[in-house]
């Protein structure tokens, strides 16, 4: 609130020295704008046109017009609106008149200079008897106090945003992105600024996704490696495109038609990393990390599980985003088609081949790690990535070597047994059925019968 008041001063004098809740100015300048910021952003504080360094009072010549120039100053250079946390006045102190700017702490920290932007540059906070830049971390951390903890509505510290990426996958889903668009979405706030789910999906989102490609089964040997950049969109595609490529395929014959499967399923891959991107926690500076080997991908994302969230809920199809505005938009692009069904279906795209994505949280990491359906697990325990109590890992040797032994009990049973059997024995689906089968022949335990529907497995008869 702005007065044009002409005050007197009365009683004793007063001891005009620098500190931190005044600040001295002998004549009007363009650093009287930090020194308001500063003041809004800490504790408040007066600002006195008019008095020199030392204490001096030399007046001010002009002072309505001064007074002008200071108000003008406030309106049209800080964000967000200072104006109502000021109270500018004229005074008369030893018969000299001088400019009283009194700054309340304001309520929407961090206020800056418009044309510096939320960055060291453009906020000041005060220190001592000075206003110094504020570091990235104190910003983050006035946005948070003002805007909360919800780190996709906070204010993004970029506000030089561009989204030519996501306007042209929007616009090819028949959606706009105007600025009306963008408020309802809430990539710009009620403020007119840029939030973070802005930063996200602009092409200068500061979060990657890596990527790498491992000899063997450990971390030893590269054989590749990349960084997928820009909006969350983009990077979606990039990595899907990367690992698309690297997804293999092995050709098996039954009877005489031939069967092409992938490494991974590609559902198994997609929700992974849909799950990956929407679900982790952006507050951390960390990259969603792709590791893919012989025999399995791994796909860490920060943040682990949503506070109050159990593992074993989110296994039922529990969900609760972390990110509920980002998994909104991703669902009105079609690429989220219903909410908590991702972990579901990546299960279920491995239940012909006999196997399971392990699914692993930690303090501030989640990881998804898929097995790779053409690898031989048997003769392989159960890696440490999946926890021991998880029901959802990998299968361990002994667990195969059980339903090797079931299916030869079976045999001596019965005289024999076919494909349908065994999904029925070891509740598998065709695929793994017939796998174990053949698995099971290769080793020397069983021989095949016939051909066809027909076909019949037999114990091999040891010489």
Excluded: W
């Excluded at 003008?72 to 104006?83: G, H, L, M, V």
């Excluded at 501030?364 to 029901?391: C, R, W």
């Amino acid at each position: 609130m702005i007065k044009l008041v002409i005050a007197r001063q009365v009683g004793d004098i007063m001891d005009f020295t620098e500190n931190i809740n005044m600040e001295l100015k002998e004549t009007f300048t363009n650093d009287i704008k930090k020194e308001a910021i500063a003041f809004a952003n800490t504790h408040g504080g007066i600002i006195y046109i008019g008095i020199a360094d030392d204490g001096n009072i030399v007046g001010v010549k002009m002072p309505n017009d001064v007074l002008l120039q200071v108000t003008n100053a406030f309106r049209d250079s800080i964000k967000p609106d200072i104006t109502m946390f000021t109270d500018c006045m004229i005074e008369e102190i030893e018969g000299k008149q001088v400019i009283k700017i009194s700054v309340q702490r304001g309520v929407s920290r961090p206020y800056y200079l418009s044309d510096k932007g939320l960055r060291p540059s453009g906020v000041y906070v005060r220190q001592g008897s000075s206003s110094v830049p504020a570091s990235e971390d104190a910003i983050r951390q006035m946005i948070k106090e003002t805007d909360g903890d919800t780190y996709e509505k906070a204010r993004s510290l970029d506000q030089e945003l561009t989204f030519k990426y996501t306007i042209d996958e929007m616009a090819k889903r028949g959606m706009a992105f105007g600025e009306v668009q963008q408020k309802t979405l809430g990539i710009i706030g009620d403020d007119g600024l840029y939030t973070n789910l802005g930063l996200l999906l602009s092409d200068q989102c500061v979060h990657s996704i890596k990527a790498a490609y491992f000899q063997g089964t450990e971390k030893s040997i590269f054989m590749d490696r990349k960084e997928f950049c820009g909006s969350l969109l983009e990077q979606l595609a990039s990595a899907y495109q990367y690992i698309d490529l690297l997804n293999k395929t092995k050709a098996m014959f039954l009877g005489l038609n031939r069967v092409d499967k992938r490494d991974y399923p590609p559902e198994a891959i997609r929700e992974a990393l849909l799950n990956a991107i929407v679900h982790r926690d952006y507050s951390f500076s960390g990259s969603t990390l792709i590791n893919i080997y012989e025999d399995r991908m791994e796909l860490v994302s920060l943040g682990g599980l949503v506070s109050g969230l159990s593992l074993d809920a989110v296994m039922l199809g529990v969900s609760q985003s972390r990110n509920e505005r980002l998994a909104n938009l991703f669902y009105r692009l079609r690429l989220i088609e219903a909410y908590g069904t991702g972990i579901g279906k990546m299960i279920s795209s491995y239940r012909d081949a006999g196997l399971m994505p392990a699914i692993k949280a930690a303090d501030g990491a989640f990881q998804v790690v898929l097995p790779n359906i053409n690898y031989n697990h048997e003769a392989y325990e159960m890696h440490e990535t999946a926890s021991d109590n998880n029901k959802y890992a990998i299968p361990k040797k002994s667990e195969l070597k059980q339903q090797y032994k079931k299916v030869m009990e079976f045999i001596e049973s019965n005289g024999s047994i076919a494909r349908k059997d065994v999904q029925d024995l070891l509740n598998v689906g065709q695929t793994r059925a017939l796998a174990i089968l053949n698995e099971m022949a290769d080793a020397g335990y069983i021989k095949t019968i016939g051909s066809g529907k027909k076909t019949k497995y037999h114990l091999e008869q040891k010489r």
